[in-house]
Structure formats: structure tokens, C-alpha cells
């Protein structure tokens, strides 16, 4: 049997790993196969390109083949895996067939998109290539409508409006980040925007979208049209879970784990934004990071189980930043809300009076990390 370890991805959580596995062993022979360009960069940076006029190559920070060398790893890029082959231990690709000693999943998360008519007229930002394919159009665009007001919806709206564009976002809920915070904690974040110059849809849907002369033009549930010049979807992102499902492992949301980031298969793994990782899809940088660690030490010899703290989740919209932790969206707790002009603090109590969650803002988000530790992680 092979000894190699496959890793099918190249995004954030495949680097991780990578990293991970090097810092332990630099001998280990690791295969990545990407169906991108493998160069890194940083999705997050993806919230600021319009504003800093950013074009899709100036996001590389190291070119695929000078991270391959570094790491001492085989890279495939632009490579589709076809099929996972767990009896035979083989990744199918189109650039042949691989045996693997254990493979890692490592495929993160595709955009989802409403089923309307004219849904090939939006574009997604969910990575560098997203990003090439609707530069040119989005960069140029006087007038953009937002499709979806959750974290990267509230972000890429107030980078488009400081880029100087007429921005209107949509959303079904009753307010900005509406997994993520309460309305009254929201507000001040929608005030921002709005003192910008957006515009905010709330209870509201699109429903159709079409071609009209240089326009598109945008049909609401509510019956409103709107004539934009380009439309970015941002209503969330659902793990990449095919080739897990069609090799017979376990799925639910993601792909599913167990402590040690073992899947239903006992040489297989997933870490990052395909895996469900203890019967929850973590899509953010600190879980990924830690689950990276925890699995090169299982892939180079030693037992490990992943413990997750409480994430700091931030809201990266420069104008009015946020830091956030806990079960904000919990409507059973308290909030406890202060405003000043240099910023708020709100803190989520249960009936105890334990602090369950908080956010902070602006000048006061230095107080995230003494808060994020009086969080009680008991219930």
C-alpha cells in the first residue's frame, strides 16, 4: 500500500494541514490535488477588493509551484478529482489514478444560489477564480445589488459602497446578520450602512432577474423592480460533500467527523468548511486551524482528539467592525447594551446572569479577548 497522504483541496484548511504535518515531519510524502491554480491567497481579503481596487492577481501571496517546493509536497493543480475509490485506497483525477495511505477532504464550501429565473446573471465571491471571472464587470458597475444581508453580504456592502457604488441589499430576515445577532444589536451596523448610502430590503426576496439593454433587471417578491448593473449573491455557502457521498462515507450538513477528525471511514478524514465537526459546519479560520493541528498529529503518529474553545468571530466592515462571541443568536438571553461614540458593548446573559455571549465594536473591540475568557462554556 501506498504510504502518501492525499489531501484533495488547496484552500485554507489543506495549507493548515500541510503546515502542520511539515512542522512534525518533513519526510512525509503528501499529494495535494487542487482544482484551482493551487497559489495561495486569503479569502477574507475578498471583502475589500472593490474598495482597494484590488484586481484578482494582486490577492496571490505565494505562487502554487513555490509553495509546493517549500513544503516539500507533489501538487496537482488544476486537476478534478472524478471518484473515491476507498477499497482500493485510489483517488480517481483526470491527471490518472493515486493510491493513498490516508486521504484528507479538504474541499470547502460552494455558494448557493437561489432556484429563479435569470440566476445565471448573478455572480458569487467565494474565491480568487469567483473573483477573475466577475472583475472586470463588478469593478465597472455604478449600481450593484447584494443578495443576501449575512456576514459576507454586510461586508462586501460596505466595501462596495466605499468604493463609490449604489448598493442595495436584499435579505428574507428582518435584519443584517440575522444568524448571527439580535435586531437590536444589528442596528447599529444597518445605521452605518445606511448613512453610507445603501439601501436595505428586509422581508424581502428576489424572485427574477433579467437582461434589459446595459441593465439587469431585478424583480422582488414584493413586487418592486429594481435596474442594476450587477448582481453578487452572498445567501450562504453549503459544504462540498459529492465525492464524500458518492465513496458511501457518512453525511449530514458536512462531512462528518469525529474528535479526531476521522470520517465513517477510518482512513479517510475532512477538516475545514466540508466537515461537520462535532454535528456542527465551523466555517471560520480558529476551528480550521485547530482541527489542522489535531490531524497532522493523527496522520504522523500520535492520538489526538480536537477541543474547540469559543470562537471570536469578526465582522471585518471597516467603517463599523464587530467582534463577536458566544450564542448570540440565542433568544432566551439578556442583552445588556451600551452605545457611546466610540463605539458599543453588549453583553448576552442567561437567567443566572452568566455572560453567554457578547459583542463588541470600534474602539471598545480590544475587550473581546478579557470577555471572550468569562464566557461560560457549561451552559
Known amino acids: 500500500m501506498s504510504a502518501e497522504i492525499v489531501i484533495i483541496g488547496s484552500g485554507f484548511a489543506a495549507r493548515q494541514l500541510v503546515k502542520s504535518i511539515r512542522q512534525r515531519d518533513n519526510a512525509a510524502p503528501i499529494r495535494v490535488i487542487a482544482a484551482d491554480s493551487g497559489d495561495e491567497y486569503s479569502k ?3 471583502s475589500h477588493v472593490f474598495s482597494r481596487r484590488q484586481r484578482a492577481e494582486d490577492l496571490t501571496r505565494q505562487p502554487a509551484a513555490a509553495w509546493a517546493e517549500s513544503q516539500n509536497i507533489t501538487l496537482l493543480p488544476d486537476t478534478r478529482v472524478r471518484a473515491i475509490d476507498a477499497a482500493n485506497h485510489l483517488v480517481r483525477s483526470d491527471a490518472g489514478d493515486f493510491p493513498y495511505h490516508k486521504l484528507v477532504l479538504a474541499t470547502g464550501a460552494l455558494p448557493m444560489v437561489p432556484p429563479i429565473s435569470g440566476r445565471e446573471l ?3 465571491l467565494n474565491s480568487q477564480q469567483d473573483y477573475r471571472r466577475c472583475e472586470a464587470a463588478v469593478q465597472q458597475a455604478k449600481r450593484v445589488l447584494l443578495v443576501g444581508g449575512g456576514l459576507i453580504g454586510a461586508e462586501l456592502a460596505m466595501d462596495l459602497q466605499r468604493a463609490g457604488k449604489a448598493v442595495t441589499v436584499v435579505d428574507r430576515s428582518t435584519h443584517l446578520l440575522s444568524t448571527l445577532l439580535p435586531p437590536e444589536i444589528a442596528a447599529r451596523l444597518q445605521h452605518a450602512l445606511l448613512k453610507q448610502g445603501a439601501r436595505l430590503l428586509f422581508n424581502n426576496a428576489l424572485c427574477r432577474l433579467e437582461r434589459h439593454k446595459d ?4 424583480s422582488f417578491h414584493q413586487g418592486e423592480q429594481l435596474r442594476v448593473d450587477a448582481v453578487i449573491c452572498a ?3 453549503r459544504p462540498d460533500v459529492a465525492l464524500a457521498r458518492e465513496a458511501g462515507l457518512a453525511v449530514r450538513q458536512g462531512i462528518v467527523v469525529d474528535d479526531a477528525l476521522t470520517t465513517s471511514d477510518g482512513d479517510i478524514y475532512a477538516l475545514g468548511d466540508c466537515a461537520e465537526i462535532q454535528g456542527t459546519v465551523r466555517p471560520f479560520l480558529q476551528p480550521t486551524t485547530l482541527a489542522a493541528v489535531t490531524l497532522a498529529k493523527n496522520l504522523t503518529g500520535d492520538a489526538a482528539t480536537l477541543r474547540l474553545p469559543t470562537p ?5 466592515t471597516p467603517d463599523m467592525p464587530l467582534h463577536l462571541a458566544g450564542e448570540t443568536a440565542d433568544p432566551a438571553l439578556n442583552w445588556e447594551v451600551s452605545f457611546s461614540s466610540s463605539g458599543m458593548i453588549a453583553r448576552g446573559v442567561n437567567r443566572e446572569g452568566d455572560l453567554r455571549a457578547f459583542v463588541v465594536s470600534e474602539d471598545h473591540m480590544p475587550l473581546a479577548f478579557s470577555m471572550l475568557k468569562s464566557i461560560r462554556q457549561d451552559g
Open 122 to 124: 448573478m455572480v458569487t
Open 235 to 237: 445567501i450562504g455557502l
Open 44 to 46: 477574507p481579503e475578498l
Open 215 to 218: 441593465a439587469l433587471v431585478a
Open 312 to 316: 471570536l468571530i469578526r465582522v471585518k
